[in-house]
């Protein structure tokens, strides 16, 4: 069983920056594909970034060239930088995480484990 605990959500102007942090409990976070998706009022949820566990990194168009997802094994922590927010990225973003799982699993939002999520919201 993995935990993830998100942190660092809030509110910010747009153009503005955030940095969200996942912590992951177990000695194994080295070994697990990691990943945001965000869900959006009255929207479904959708993918947004995810680092594999050999270091390989995708995100979704609509935030390409803006985030940055990163991981620290030695923190088993991923964080996901965001820079020039929108209004339209508001939403609640959730960590995801499975164990040696190609990137698909996450861009098909279909990871083992979730985070319960931390509130991003971009005012105009």
């Known amino acids: 069983q993995v935990q993830l605990v998100e942190s660092g959500g809030g509110l910010v102007q747009a153009g503005g920056s955030l940095r969200l942090s996942c912590a992951a409990s177990g000695n194994r976070f080295s070994e697990y594909t990691m990943g945001w998706s965000r869900q959006a009022p009255g929207k479904e949820r959708e993918f947004v970034a995810t680092?594999?566990?050999?270091?390989?990194?995708y995100l979704s168009d609509s935030v390409n060239g803006r985030f940055t997802i990163s991981r620290d094994n030695a923190k088993n922590t991923v964080y996901l930088q965001m820079n020039s927010l929108k209004p339209e990225d508001t939403g609640v973003y959730y960590c995801?995480?499975?164990?040696?799982?190609?990137?698909?699993?996450?861009?098909?939002?279909?990871?083992?484990?979730w985070g319960q999520g931390t509130q991003v919201t971009v005012s105009s």
């Open positions: 995801a995480a499975d164990r040696f799982s190609p990137i698909r699993t996450m861009t098909n939002l279909k990871p083992r484990y």
């Open positions: 680092i594999t566990w050999g270091g390989i990194t």
